[in-house]
């Protein structure tokens, strides 16, 4: 009877998808300010066994099918802390922990739903962005003048 009543409640709370693998793209700016990039979130993370650093969370992306979106791996991560531990070879990890907080970065790697930690397999970080970038109007954009 225990065994049922066990099962239900998973069934219910959805303890089943904890175990699911989700490919994400996180975004954002390691060290930046809510001020400097109005993000959509401000967390906390963890490069590695490193120290707890700010993080203007601009993007969650999931690359690959399933139930979960990006608000969904936000929403779950946003009362831990901190929200993402990032853990990977010293060479990506390093990538990360050198940003300055004027380079946006593009982490890409393996979650589980309901998990803070975030497997790295690929960085990517932007050129330094030192002023806004002016939209081109529509005659700048289809006739190049």
Partial sequence: MKTLLLIALAATVGIGRIAERVEVRIEGFLNATREEI???QMFQVRVGEGNLHPFALTNVI??????ATGGDIVAQVQPIRPNFIFAGGDD????????KPNEMLH???YTNIGSQWVLVNRVERSAPI????PSPTLRQKFLGF
């Fill in 62 to 67: 999931v690359l690959n099918g399933g139930p």
């Fill in 38 to 40: 109005h993000p959509w």
């Fill in 130 to 133: 030192v002023e806004p970038t």
């Fill in 107 to 109: 982490i890409t790697g």
């Fill in 92 to 99: 990506i990890l390093e990538k990360i922990r050198t940003a």
